[in-house]
């Protein structure tokens, strides 16, 4: 195949940061969706400033030709119940309904550091240690994939430094002791090249069970400065450990990615979500930066 099936979305974290609303915090939702759509994409996932009013919000994205395709949730699998979770999951669901969106994206965060400014992100991670721990948790996984199936659309669990699941080893097991039919994989380049991984091998290696793709580029100066700091992965972030797709400082080989996909039988989302201090990266440059890498690689 080529890449007729796929679509370019971008994320509003690269505008305004939904952990630290600091970063971005001058930065208007209509500035946001705006540039997202004059950098030349179609689609977006949501952030801590789009309205929740799907009204204003679909009039809103309609004027600029964009449409929601994601939304991250927090699932809390490991320390609430799951009759909170369902009721979390389910409004969710309800919204992105609404909106027309086929996917509901997220990570564990119940047992995470990622949102910890102060906790080393390599010393800190969430953990599931006893086989207890992993039923509970590919369970819950299991039942709100079912209620997302049951509803037309795809839960794709997304791995993500400084929680239970951040390594290979961790995906391997999410994703064979879920049921493939329920849970999913929102697969995501930066993480696992973050976490010591080769992106590529593990995208080759899961691209059959991934229902949505984030793609971000890793600047290896500064991930070494955070094993060598024992920074915690907010820190990472304010200190750009993280670009875009393009960017020179970045390392992850985009054309294997892209030959990947290319080869797969993948359809849907890719989203650029590389989230930078907007004061030192300004978001409508570093957007088009990636988009018109994109287009060299995918001629779309």
Not at 62 to 85: D, H, V
Request: hydrophobic content about 35%.
């Amino acid at each position: 195949m080529n890449f007729e099936n796929i679509k370019l979305g971008v994320a509003p974290i690269n505008w305004t940061n939904d952990d630290m609303p600091e970063l971005g915090g001058e930065n208007t939702f209509e500035q946001c969706v705006s540039e997202m759509a004059l950098a030349g994409f179609t689609g977006c996932e949501v952030g801590n400033k789009f309205p929740r009013d799907t009204n204003v919000l679909k009039k809103a994205l309609e004027l600029r030709g964009l449409q929601i395709c994601n939304q991250w949730n927090s699932y809390e699998l490991t320390t609430k119940t799951f009759a909170e979770n369902r009721e979390n999951f389910t409004k969710l669901l309800d919204f992105l309904e609404v909106m027309g969106a086929k996917v509901i994206g997220g990570g564990e965060t119940g047992n995470s550091c990622q949102g910890q400014m102060d906790v080393p992100v390599f010393e800190g991670k969430g953990m599931l240690n006893t086989r207890e721990d992993w039923d509970n948790f590919t369970y819950g996984l299991d039942e709100l994939g079912k209620i997302a199936r049951d509803r037309g659309m795809k839960l794709a669990f997304h791995h993500h430094m400084g929680t239970c699941i951040q390594t290979v080893e961790e995906t391997d097991r999410l994703l064979n002791e879920t049921n493939p039919d329920y849970v999913f994989l929102n697969y995501d380049c930066g993480h696992f090249h973050f976490a010591g991984e080769d992106p590529v091998a593990a995208l080759n290696k899961y691209i059959g069970r991934t229902a949505h793709i984030h793609l971000k580029d890793v600047r290896p100066n500064v991930l070494q400065r955070v094993h060598d700091e024992r920074l915690s992965f907010l820190t990472a972030v304010k200190n750009g450990v993280f670009t875009v797709p393009g960017d020179p400082e970045g390392c992850i080989d985009f054309p294997s990615l892209f030959e990947v996909i290319k080869k797969s039988d993948y359809a849907g989302w890719i989203v650029l979500e590389a989230e930078q201090d907007p004061a030192k990266a300004n978001p409508l440059e570093y957007a088009i930066i990636a988009r018109n890498f994109f287009r060299g690689l995918t001629e779309i």
